[in-house]
T-cell receptor, first 119, second 113 residues
Framework: GAVVSQHPSRVICKSGTSVKIECRSL??????MFWYRQFPKQSLMLMAT?????????EQGVEKDKFLINHASLTLSTLTVTSAHPEDSSFYIC???????????????FGPGTRLTVT | GDSVTQMEGPVTLSEEAFLTINCTYT??????LFWYVQYPGEGLQLLLK?????DKGSNKGFEATYRKETTSFHLEKGSVQVSDSAVYFC????????????FGSGTRLSIRP
């Protein structure tokens, strides 16, 4: 089946620094990738939709200058948390949407997530 | 706006017990409904889905029926196994599973041998 990886799986950084998280579709091409954030015991919240070769679309309330998204190829999207603060500590999950099949159907495949801790 | 509410966990059951995880939704019209499962250390996987009222989604012994009248999509399994231990997410989308998805908070299920 389709596999999506994220790197790193865990990262600890100091307040004020920036952290980059990678999301890769390993065996399929993805024109669209989604970035989610999950707080403890809460839902996954969609942060932004990333389209290859164009600017990301951010959900209401998400700061685009703080959460920089780059989708430079059909297999890689990156999320950079700039000037991180402790309140940015969270679990970040990406997903990738494959290209439509013969029936015109897409599927969305999820990565295992990245735990960010800002100290 | 659209939202999903599911029962809080953790839920702990003995092997071969009957499982129900409740899920209700708030949305106008007829969204598509999904259950996702996340096994330890892995990404979310689509477990089953239903796209219209009275549809029943099923997979790996799990079932859920799209009930428009009660806005519910409860997950059931007749006899759980240790390997079913995971976190289960109820979700909805205005389109397919490839579209923007709104998730419930997840329910952690642990099965005792």
């Amino acid at each position: 089946g389709a596999v999506v990886s994220q790197h790193p799986s865990r990262v600890i950084c100091k307040s004020g620094t920036s952290v980059k998280i990678e999301c890769r579709s390993l065996d399929f091409q993805a024109t669209t990738m989604f970035w989610y954030r999950q707080f403890p015991k809460q839902s996954l919240m969609l942060m932004a939709t990333s389209n290859e070769g164009s600017k990301a679309t951010y959900e209401q309330g998400v700061e685009k200058d703080k959460f920089l998204i780059n989708h430079a190829s059909l297999t890689l999207s990156t999320l950079t948390v700039t000037s991180a603060h402790p309140e940015d500590s969270s679990f970040y999950i990406c997903s990738a949407r494959d290209l439509p099949g013969l029936a015109g159907n897409h599927e969305q495949y999820f990565g295992p997530g990245t735990r960010l801790t800002v100290t | 706006g659209d939202s999903v509410t599911q029962m809080e966990g953790p839920v702990t059951l003995s092997e071969e017990a009957f499982l129900t995880i409740n899920c209700t939704y708030t949305a106008t019209g007829y969204p598509s409904l999904f259950w996702y499962v996340q096994y330890p250390g892995e990404g979310l996987q689509l477990l089953l889905k239903a796209t219209k009222a009275d549809d029943k989604g099923s997979n790996k012994g799990f079932e859920a029926t799209y009930r428009k009248e009660t806005t519910s999509f409860h997950l059931e399994k007749g006899s759980v196994q240790v390997s079913d231990s995971a976190v289960y997410f109820c979700a909805l989308s205005r389109g397919s599973s490839a579209s923007k998805i709104i998730f419930g908070s997840g329910t952690r299920l642990s099965i005792r041998p």
